[in-house]
């Protein structure tokens, strides 16, 4: 499993709107608006790729100006527990 929290930085007044569409993204998770323009939002998925590959697709709402990647973790991604019993 690999847990981001992601900081999304909106379009002023934008931010409901984004948080809406946000929601019906599998993995997704919002847990805070402020100010109108920023959603503090977390995602969970398998891997790594699929991670991105989600992230990516948060570039197609309207009035979204930013992602940011606050944190990863990524302890039980099958890529990186096969790299650890390769040592």
């Not at 891997?47 to 992230?55: E, F, G, K, L, P």
Request: with cysteine; glycine share 6%; hydrophobic share 40%.
């Amino acid at each position: 499993m690999v847990i981001s929290g992601i900081y999304v930085e909106t379009i002023p007044g934008q931010a409901d709107h984004a948080a809406e569409k946000f929601a019906y993204i599998n993995g997704v998770e919002v847990h805070h608006i402020h100010e109108g323009k920023k959603v503090i939002l977390t995602l969970e998925t398998e891997t790594v790729d699929q991670s991105y590959r989600t992230a990516e697709t948060f570039k197609e709402i309207d009035g979204v100006l930013a992602i940011c990647l606050v944190y990863t973790n990524f302890e039980d991604e099958p890529y990186y527990q096969e790299a650890a019993g390769a040592r």
